[in-house]
């Protein structure tokens, strides 16, 4: 089964950091462009960053540029995110989504963890 | 990176068709033929429903449509049913990597 699988969110003070994990099966991992997505308690979809498929390529959305770092472990099947310098606006629940080539388009989404960022 | 513009809500009545836009720019939407649109019901993780203006993955029924003029998209449900109440997204790629979504529409079947 193709899955995707996030871990890693929490409580955080502002001002901290946490790093999420993306556990990915059932597929090449490799060979796919992966993504973050986020979405704060009753809000719409917000997209956060990308990583092409060996990881020399990212790209961040303005309000998470130098404070977030996106990263991947091919020999592990995981995506991470590096979050440092949080803010009370960073809260949401953090979605990692596949973005097969011959789509363009978000195919395979996990089920998301939830980060709060609050003293 | 401004998030593409969507109606808030829309409603219709089981068996009828509604559709949705999600307007954008000459940046975005217009430059691109690269929207996609995704269904998200309430505590679940978004699906993908039309991907490159106006094609249905397998595996989404032919319900779902997509369209495109200019800076606007729009998808179109058609035979509308109970299970289509949801949240629905659109994205599009904005250029130099980066994505956009609009800010989402409540669809309520009467």
């Known amino acids: 089964e193709v899955q995707l699988v996030e871990s890693g969110g929490g409580l955080v003070q502002p001002g901290g950091s946490l790093r999420l994990s993306c556990a990915a099966s059932?597929?090449?991992?490799?060979?796919?462009?992966m993504h973050w997505v986020r979405q704060a308690p009753g809000k719409g979809l917000v997209w956060v960053s990308r990583?092409?498929?060996?990881?020399?390529?990212?790209t961040y959305a303005d309000s998470v540029k130098g404070r977030f770092t996106i990263s991947r472990d091919n020999a592990r099947n995981t995506l991470y995110l590096q979050m440092s310098s949080l803010r009370a606006e960073d809260t949401a629940v953090y979605y990692c989504?596949?973005?097969?080539?011959?789509?363009?388009?978000?195919?395979?989404w996990g089920q998301g963890t939830m980060v709060t960022v609050s003293s | 990176q401004s998030a593409l513009t969507q109606p808030a809500s829309v409603s219709g009545s089981p068996g009828q068709s509604i559709t949705i836009s999600c307007t954008g720019t000459?940046?975005?939407?217009?430059?691109?033929?690269?929207v996609s649109w995704y269904q998200q019901h309430p505590g679940k993780a978004p699906r993908l429903l039309i991907y490159?203006?106006?094609k249905g993955p397998s595996g989404v029924s032919i319900r779902f449509s997509g369209s495109k003029s200019g800076n606007t998209a729009s998808l179109t449900i058609s035979g509308l049913q109970a299970e289509d109440e949801a949240d629905y997204y659109c994205?599009?790629?904005?250029?130099?990597?980066?994505?956009?979504f609009g800010g989402g529409t409540k669809l309520t079947v009467l």
């Open positions: 989504a596949r973005y097969p080539y011959h789509l363009t388009a978000f195919d395979i």
């Open positions: 059932g597929f090449t991992f490799s060979t796919h462009w």
């Open positions: 990583i092409d498929t060996d990881g020399s390529t990212t």
């Open positions: 000459s940046s975005d939407v217009g430059s691109y033929n690269l």
């Open positions: 490159e203006d106006n």
């Open positions: 994205c599009s790629y904005a250029g130099s990597g980066s994505l956009v």
